[in-house]
């Protein structure tokens, strides 16, 4: 069965400090990627999406994500966080032309200034 | 241009009851998914409605059902509520199956 998994479940960092959240996904044939955020009392957001081309995604906010496929990989960076970062950061796969989103379980960012 | 739209915003109900949550599609989107996300976990998918025809399930049994009208918003039903339907409703829309995924803020369902 295709799964999501993100390794980090809560991260703490200090402003200006570099992100990297990792993902990784259980399909080995064509997939489109997500990183949605969930910033505190609001909806998911997409972040960036990967669907061929330049595996190195830029997304809203100064955020970036690589697709490395030998690894099946899609980790989300950011150089430099803020306070304002602070969300519920979901990774999520659409595997093989199928309908439905596969999101990872989540990663909590707590930013303090 | 108006984003995805959930009612209720918060239900409480109880065992056994029934209920129905609302959404309406982004503007020019004809396909609409429901997701339901337990407490720390990821949204899980239900299904999905293209066209008004259901284009793809997942592993919820049949008392969750749902539908979808000419202009592609949707209900989501769930029968006989169990206390672990107690979670957050997700609708996503997007123009076409398999494009990207837009979510409305959901809908708290408490069941008692």
């Known amino acids: 069965a295709q799964s999501v998994s993100q390794h980090n479940h809560h991260v703490i960092l200090s402003e200006a400090a570099s992100l990297e959240l990792g993902c990784n996904y259980s399909y080995g044939g064509t997939v489109n990627l997500f990183w949605y955020v969930q910033y505190p009392g609001q909806h998911l957001q997409l972040l960036l999406k990967y669907f061929s081309g330049d595996p190195l995604v830029k997304g809203i906010k100064g955020f970036e994500a690589e697709f490395i496929k030998s690894k099946f990989s899609f980790n989300l960076r950011k150089p430099s966080v803020q306070w304002s970062d602070t969300a519920e950061y979901f990774c999520a796969v659409n595997a093989g032309g199928y309908n439905k989103l596969i999101f990872g379980a989540g990663t909590r960012l707590a930013v303090h200034p | 241009e108006t984003g995805v739209t959930q009612s209720p915003t918060h239900l409480i109900k109880t065992r056994g009851q029934q209920v129905t949550l609302r959404c309406s599609s982004q503007s020019g989107h004809n396909t609409v998914s429901w997701y339901q996300q337990a407490l720390g976990q990821g949204p899980q998918f239900i299904f999905q409605y293209y066209r008004e025809e259901e284009n793809g399930r997942g592993n919820f049994p049949p008392r969750f059902s749902g539908l979808q009208f000419p202009n592609y918003s949707s209900e989501l039903n769930v029968n006989a509520l169990e206390l672990d339907d107690s979670a957050l409703y997700l609708c996503?829309?997007?123009w076409g199956s398999g494009e990207t995924q837009y979510f409305g803020p959901g809908t708290r369902l408490l069941v008692l």
């Open positions: 996503a829309s997007s």
